[in-house]
Each structure stands twice: as structure tokens, then as C-alpha cells.
């Protein structure tokens, strides 16, 4: 297998791990309309059993760097993989809450270890001048995860309401019943690909390095790099190796020194950063605001289906340019956009609520055309670069630890929005989101702009080398 189409096969594998993470965000909306229908539960446990995701994502993603350190990178793909082939099981065959909250958790577990080991994975092992298209595959993949169980979602939801025009009682249950149960079922196929595609991939090189075995960290380099580009990486990885053990035991890995605390808060900063730009709760709500904005029913949910896909488009647009025109660049690109569209949703927001412009038709176009602003603004930048800067700044000595962390971090944060949404909204309207979104994201305009490093097109022992110095 050539340099070439072994790298094309890391990146399709690695792409469906965000395709699965991004799956089992979008696809519970579209099944909770049946769920509840055909197995009782009480508001209490269909709370539990959306949430158990983010519950399950978040214990997992800071177990997930130390394991990544302890049975490597590759073995925790392939875990990841057979968590989420039983959790996809699990909910399938369940007919009441004990098996259907376990499969929920056990999803959550699996996007956690994703979410960590996918990013970590591909910066260690891409060559530098393909690693931002490479780690932006896996966004790319995401986003069309949540459209395609969107798009799944609509497709079994379509089949059931035509048949509840003539169907018997229990023949609509029995369809309902199948109904959500296809959707869950339908992501066990790429969850199998993906278990096949982590076992053929090689571990990552500089995790081989760091256990003491150095022909296959090279070998592993060879297999998507010609002869004289390996020699070149493998030499810096040595050397980065004995500098980092020539520093000493003990505090040589501590998150205290400068040239790990330094990369170690950037990295935090952009993840916080990028959730404080309303877009979980954008996405989560998006049918609402758009009902707020002045949009009937049925217009909002088309206008959102738009909306979503401009967040597909741009990410493409974002692989394409993050290494030509680097990570600076985009993310101030994207999150300059990000506040021009806030800015102008929270003043058609206030106009709305002072009773300036009544909501209707125009009003609603406008805060549509700005959401969609928003989406490619965050695509482009945010988007992208949120896992490039998660992986690419932290040193190699606290990579998955620090990675790990900074996903706590991220949705810590994300929690933290969504809890604060529906209250600010109730006591002070959309425009007061609104416009604390937008003033958290000229902040994250300028720690883009003054503090991040570029990081394009270098080696991570480079990047590791600019902060030490």
C-alpha cells in the first residue's frame, strides 16, 4: 500500500468516528418522538436517557488521554468502536429503561473516547503538510453525521405519519416501535466499518517512540510519508525525546512548567472559547429561534434543515483552506463572522421585543440569513480548528492527559450554556443571548488574533519547540 492511499484510508477511518460522535448528537431528536410511545417512561427517565450521552461523553473524555497513554492509541479506537457496537445493541433489543439508559451511556462513553483519541490520533501520525485537512476530515465527518440522522430521522418519521392516516391503533405502535428502533439500528453499519478500519490502521509513531520501540515508530511513519520526509520526522522525534527526558524525571511532565502550562491553557481557551459562541444551543434550539424570529412552524424546520447544511458546506470549505491560509487566519475569518451575525440577530432580536418591528416574514429571513452566517463563520473556523489547536499545541509528554482535560473543559462549558439558556431567554429575551454570545466571541476574536500561535505546516515537535524556547 502506497504513502498515499494509506493515508486516504486513515483519514476515511478516522472520519467515521466523527460521523458516529456527530450521529449520536443528531439522532435522539428525531427518536424521541416515538420512543416514549411505545416504552413508559417517566419524564424523569426520558431526561436520563437524553442526557446520558453527555454524561457517559464526559466521564470518558478525561479517562480517555490516560488510557490513550496506557494501552495506546489504536487500541482505544478499536474499544471505542466495540463500546459502540453494544450500546447500538443494547438500545435496539430494549424494552424498558434499564437496557435502554445503559446503551445511551455506553454511547456517551464511546463519543468521549473519540472525541479524544480520533484528534490525538491524527496529529501524531499525518505528515505536517496535510495534518489540518486531515484532523478537519473529522469535523467534516461530524457535521454530516448529525444531517445524515437528521435526514434518517425525517425519512422514518415521514413513513409513520402517512401511515397514521389509515392505520390501526396498534398497528401505528408497532410502526412507532419500529420507527425509532430503525434509527438507532441504522448506525451499526459505519460502527462496524469503523472496527474493521481501527484494526488494519498502525499505532501511532510517537506513542511507539515514547514505549521504546523505535523501528516501529518508524515503520509506522513510512507507511504515509516517502523515505527521506520519515528520516527527517523521525530524527526530530528523537530528539525531542532525549531533551525531554534529558529535563528529568519527576517534573518533567508536570503541567506547572511554562512549556506545557502555556500550549496547555491556549488549548483550554479555544475550546471554552468556541462553546461560548452559542453553538450547541444554537443547534439545539434552532427551530425555535427561527419561530421567535417570526417563521411558522413548518417554515422554521425547513429553514433549520438549511441552516444545517451550511454548517456541512463550510466545514468542506474549511479543509480545504486550513492548510493554505493556516489557523489564524480562519479563526479569525470565521469567529469575525460569528460576531457580525450575532450582533445583528440580537438587534433584530431587541427590535422584535421593544415592539420596533413586529415578527413576521422579514424579520424572520433575517435572523435566518444571519444564523447562516453564524453556521459558515463557525465552520470555517471554530469548527475546524478546535481539534487542530486541542491536539497540535499540547506537548507530546501531556498530549492525551492534556487533551483529556480540555475536553472536560469544552463541555463543562457546553453544560454550562445550555443550563443558563432557556432562563436568560425567559427573563431577558433573545437578544440578551445573543448578544453575550457575541461579546464572548470578539474575545475569542482576539485571543486568535494576539496569543495563538500559527501552527501550520510544522512539525508538532516544532510547535512543542517554539513554546520551550
Known sequence: MTPRTYTILLLFISG???????????????????????????????????????????????????????????????????????????????????????????????????AVVIPLYLAESLPAAIRGRGTAAFQLFLTIGILASMAVGRHYTAEVEALAVTAAPAALTAAQDGAWRAM?????????????????????????????????????????????????????????????????????????????????LLACMVLGLTQTTGINSILQFLVVILQQAGLGAAEAAAQATWVTAVNVAFTAVGLVLVDRIGRKALLKLGTGGIAVALLVGAGVFWRIQSGVAPAGPATGLVVTVCLMLFMAGFATGPGVCVWLALSELMPTRIRSLGMGLGLLVNQGISTAIAAMFLPVVKSHGYAAMFAFWAGCTIAYFLVAAFWLPETKGRTLEEIEAGFAK
Do not use: H
Not at 424521541?32 to 413508559?40: F, G, R, S, V
Not at 489504536?74 to 424498558?96: E, G, H, Q, T
Open 184 to 264: 438507532f439500528l441504522s448506525a451499526l453499519w459505519p460502527g462496524l466499518v469503523f472496527l474493521a478500519g481501527s484494526l488494519l490502521v498502525t499505532e501511532s509513531p510517537r506513542w511507539l517512540l515514547r514505549r521504546g520501540r523505535a523501528e516501529e515508530a518508524r515503520a509506522a511513519l513510512a507507511r504515509s510519508r516517502p523515505a527521506n520526509e520519515t528520516e527527517r520526522e523521525f530524527a526530530e522525534m528523537q530528539v525531542a525525546q532525549a531533551a525531554a527526558a534529558g529535563s528529568g524525571n519527576g517534573a518533567a511532565g508536570s503541567l506547572w512548567q511554562r512549556r506545557y502550562l502555556v500550549p496547555f
Open 16 to 114: 467515521l468516528g466523527g460521523f458516529l460522535y456527530g450521529y449520536d448528537i443528531g439522532i435522539i431528536g428525531a427518536a424521541l418522538l416515538y420512543l416514549n410511545k411505545t416504552i413508559a417512561l417517566t419524564v424523569a427517565q426520558e431526561s436520563f436517557v437524553v442526557a446520558a450521552v453527555l454524561a457517559g461523553g464526559t466521564v470518558s473524555s478525561l479517562a480517555a488521554g490516560a488510557l490513550a497513554d496506557y494501552i495506546g492509541r489504536k487500541r482505544l479506537m478499536v474499544a471505542a468502536a466495540v463500546v459502540f457496537v453494544i450500546s447500538v445493541v443494547l438500545i435496539v433489543v430494549a424494552r424498558d429503561f434499564g437496557p435502554l439508559f445503559a446503551g445511551r451511556t455506553l454511547q456517551g462513553l464511546s463519543a468521549g473516547m473519540i
